[in-house]
């Protein structure tokens, strides 16, 4: 069986521009997105909730669902999200932001601690 990758060429492109980048956590980044989409994470904002403190940043290679609420500010950079995960990540005071927008604002992560969410 031929492996072929993402036949969305826009995740395409975000999968070369994160391979190119020298940051370990942008690679393994790019690593979880060459997965097929099927099985790229889907996760929720209780988990998020759970796993993160205040002004935390989370990444996750997939999509953000609403379900659940968030009780403190928190970055999330994803792939996609839900209406209502955006919706509550702002309530909370957090920042709801595409890994697209994610690779030009943060040139460094110094001082901020990144979690890389899959399950």
């Given amino acids: 069986m031929k492996v072929t990758g993402s036949t969305n060429i826009t995740v395409r492109k975000l999968i070369r521009n994160l391979e190119k ?4 956590l942008w690679r393994k980044v790019a690593e979880e997105l060459s997965i097929p989409s099927r099985k790229r994470p889907y996760i929720n904002l209780y988990k998020i909730n759970e796993h993160t403190k ?4 989370v990444v996750v ?24 995960a955006i ?3 702002r309530a909370s005071g957090g920042q709801a932001m595409s890994i697209y927008k994610a690779l030009e604002t943060f040139k460094d992560f110094k001082g901020r601690s990144v979690r890389l969410m899959k399950q």
């Fill in 21 to 24: 980048s020298k940051k370990p």
């Fill in 54 to 57: 205040p002004n935390d940043i």
């Fill in 61 to 84: 290679p997939g999509k953000v669902l609403g379900i659940g609420k968030l009780d403190h500010e928190v970055t999330v950079i994803a792939l996609d999200f839900s209406k209502s």
């Fill in 87 to 89: 919706e509550k990540i």
